[in-house]
């Protein structure tokens, strides 16, 4: 039987001897739910086996596909010494990635018309939308759901989506559901799920006071009666730490401290900006100034920032096992643009770039933007330890995007990067220049490393590939 995800988790009885502590009962007690890391010296009596971490899948999507030239390697050697512009902030971890070359998309066959309403949709689901239904959404569960249907119980929050964007986009080629531009997370054929695009309502999600039967409230981010309370049970708690463990929470709670300010600098900018379009410079407000009304991100608002916070937030979130899956969703098909690279451009008009060099040049500073992003948290991951090596050791990532080449909208060669071994299934520090499968055989080899039982191949697959594992 499933357990009940809202039921009050047990601290000690017969089956849990008293040094095995619960962190999330244990923070309970000192007035917040704040998850911590895994503690070696908590986790087991003296003198037993430590516990293994468990494997933890990320999905982090970028629309339009790739400047190709430059971001497929050209050997393996280039891989690991060299790598091509798009991949180059990935370098001082490559001997932690994995790449394949050759995994196909769906075909799109009868939807020819729509590659963007397509490439997202598909992206996690591997299977095309009902033809015979195409005004609501009708397509199958997404990986990541499922690897949620097997895991969430264990952990507070089942699974974690999130976006840069908010779903907005109106069109409906094919006459496809506009749902499908903006979703690739699916509950079930016909329930998609919904991602969070606001960084302060993620961290009250995983950092927020908890009511009855789990209920999250809001909590200011600087509320700094709930952070001493955090720090007075991390003092209690340091007591019963070994040395290691001691580091492992300092550099935690840092890492909390670092999300809010960097949360709060984001609000603060979009208040300056909500004052000053109505003429109100900041050095003239006051205390008894109104609060200014809620102002989404805009749009001029340096995307790489905001991209980051949600990285550490997907960290943070694996690093306490608050959930052990996520997707992040760094753009939607169309209405992206990136002024902090020096065009205001959108993302999918530079795409149809023919052979207009300039063009291609936008495109791929959007590319290395996107990866720089992803290298920034697998880099994240892989300085944080955890049992008996790092986190990233015990996770999977995938990069990637839903068309190879966004000019002719080819999906015969996606690309994709994997990043952390998934606590030793799966073999890194390689370029696999001629795998032969499709992105359903992707995703049912991942969640097969992440130990999620299979009843049925996910949307086309036929096999898995044994090339990618360990």
């Known amino acids: 039987m499933i357990p009940n995800l809202n039921a009050q988790r047990p601290t000690m009885n017969a089956m849990n001897p008293p040094s095995l502590v619960d962190r999330r009962t244990f923070l309970r007690g000192v007035g917040v739910s704040l998850a911590l890391p895994f503690f070696d010296s908590m986790a087991q009596p003296a003198g037993s086996n430590a516990p293994k971490p468990p494997v933890r899948l990320a999905f982090m999507y970028m629309p339009h596909g790739v400047i190709m030239d430059q971001f497929w390697p050209k050997n393996q050697e280039e891989f690991l010494r ?39 949709s598909t992206w996690l689901t591997a299977r095309l939308p009902d033809a015979d239904s195409r005004d609501r959404i009708n397509i199958s569960i997404s990986a990541d759901q499922i690897m949620a249907n097997y895991v969430g119980a264990q952990t507070f929050l089942p699974s974690l989506e999130l976006a840069t964007m ?120 006051h205390s008894a100034d109104s609060a200014p009304i809620e102002v989404k991100i805009p749009e001029g608002d340096k995307r790489s920032d905001y991209m980051r916070v949600m990285c550490d937030l997907i960290v943070l979130a694996f690093q306490t096992d608050t959930t052990r899956v996520s997707t992040y969703v760094g753009s939607r098909p169309n209405g992206a643009s990136y002024p902090e690279l020096g065009f205001s451009d959108q993302h999918h008009s530079q795409t149809h770039y023919g052979d207009d060099q300039e063009m291609i040049r936008k495109v791929a500073a959007i590319n290395r933007l996107n990866v720089d992003q992803f290298a920034y948290m697998v880099t994240k991951m892989d300085g944080l330890r955890e049992g008996d090596g790092t986190l990233l050791d015990h996770c999977i990532l995938m990069w990637g995007s839903g068309l190879e080449d966004g000019d002719k909208h080819r999906r015969d060669n996606l690309p994709f990067i994997l990043a952390g071994n998934g606590g030793g299934s799966l073999k890194t520090g390689r370029f696999l220049s001629d795998i032969r499968g499709n992105q359903g055989d992707l995703l049912t080899t991942l969640l097969s490393c992440a130990g999620v039982p299979l009843d049925r191949p996910i949307g086309i697959a036929t096999r898995q590939i044994p090339e990618l594992k360990a």
């Open 82 to 120: 060299a790598a091509p512009p798009i991949l180059r902030s990935l370098q001082p971890v490559m001997d932690q990635c994995l790449m394949m070359k050759g995994i196909s998309g769906v075909p799109t066959a009868p939807f020819g018309g729509a590659p963007h309403a397509l490439e997202l």
């Open 166 to 285: 908010p779903q907005t986009w109106k069109e409906n080629q094919e006459g496809l559901h506009e749902g499908y531009y903006n979703h690739c997370s699916y509950r079930s054929p016909t329930q998609p799920v919904p991602a969070e695009t606001d960084p302060r309502n993620v961290l009250n999600r995983l950092f927020g006071k908890r009511g009855k039967e789990g209920q999250v409230t809001p909590a200011n981010p600087l509320d700094r009666q709930m952070l001493d309370r955090v720090l007075g049970g991390a003092r209690d708690l340091r007591r019963n730490l070994a040395r290691a463990d001691q580091l492992k929470l300092d550099e935690y709670l840092d890492s909390v401290r670092s999300v809010e300010r960097r949360i709060a600098a984001i609000e603060t900018r979009q208040q300056e900006a909500a004052f000053e379009r109505h003429g109100v410079a900041p050095s003239k407000r």
